[in-house]
């Protein structure tokens, strides 16, 4: 018989996270971008799941749910994995946010904003 290509899974995922379902700041969507910063050479110390986010961030822009599937973890637990290397200066997380007008309002909810739509469309 041959060797699985995957080790098996010997800590609970709850565990990796201290018990954490989510943190405070971290919510991140399935696209959010995770980028590794030049610091994360310098990490020693880190669980096998923080090394496995870093090498595979290494290559590239990576999304929280291609990390999430790589290291066959719950989306969660990811986020908040992910969330710790934020906190340790490791990684960079991008997300798309709406940007906000000065009267608190995103331009996406303007009325002229979605009047200017309406009128594109009509001349279609």
Known sequence: MSEPEYETRTVRPYALTGGR?????ADYPLEALVEMLPAAAAGQGLTP???????HASHGYISVAELSA??????GV???VVSDLVDAGFVRVHTSQP???TTGQSPALSLSVLESVLNG???L
Do not use: G, M
């Open 78 to 80: 990811t986020r908040v």
């Open 99 to 101: 940007v906000e007008t």
């Open 121 to 123: 469309i009509s001349a």
């Open 49 to 55: 799941e923080k090394r496995a986010i870093l090498q």
């Open 70 to 75: 790589l290291l066959h973890l719950p989306l």
């Open 21 to 25: 379902v989510r943190t405070e700041k």
